[in-house]
């Protein structure tokens, strides 16, 4: 019972840090316009703006599942993000780049300061028109 009783006290801290996954992970859509009608609702649409996308780059070094970000002293250029229909925490750059060159310079810096695999991502971002 001893044992039971240690287990749980050092399993707890877990379960109360554990971040519940959001409904929209069990139940993507195909596009946004055409997916289903959740059970008993009706989906909403998204909000427009008068915006153009643009093609920014970020620099991740890791992708950690099953590791806690927080007590490690990763680089100050970088961040961990939470995605959580992953599991995952994705070390990344804090900054975006618009010139992908820039983005280049970033990796190499953090690949020679011993981030090995550093790579670059492309996301989409909106500007105003």
């Keep these: 019972m001893k044992h039971l009783v240690l ?4 399993t707890l801290p877990c ?3 554990a971040q519940p996954r ?3 992970c069990d139940d993507l859509p195909t596009t946004y316009e055409k997916g289903g009608t959740p059970p008993g609702g ?12 643009v093609t920014e ?3 991740q070094v890791a992708i ?7 007590g490690y002293p990763f680089h100050e250029k970088l961040v961990a993000r939470w995605r959580p ?6 070390v990344e750059s ?8 820039a983005a280049e310079r970033l990796r190499q810096e953090l690949e020679n300061l011993g981030y090995r695999g550093a790579y670059i991502t492309e996301l989409v971002a909106f500007q105003p028109n």
Excluded: G, I, M
């Design 42 to 53: 009706s989906r909403q649409p998204l909000p427009r703006f008068n915006t153009a996308s």
């Design 85 to 90: 229909c992953e599991q995952v925490w994705v």
């Design 57 to 59: 780059y970020k620099v």
């Design 22 to 24: 959001p409904a929209y």
């Design 7 to 10: 287990l749980f006290l050092l």
């Design 64 to 70: 950690l599942r099953n590791t806690d970000p927080h």
């Design 15 to 17: 379960w109360l840090k």
């Design 94 to 101: 804090r900054e975006s780049f618009t010139d992908r060159q």
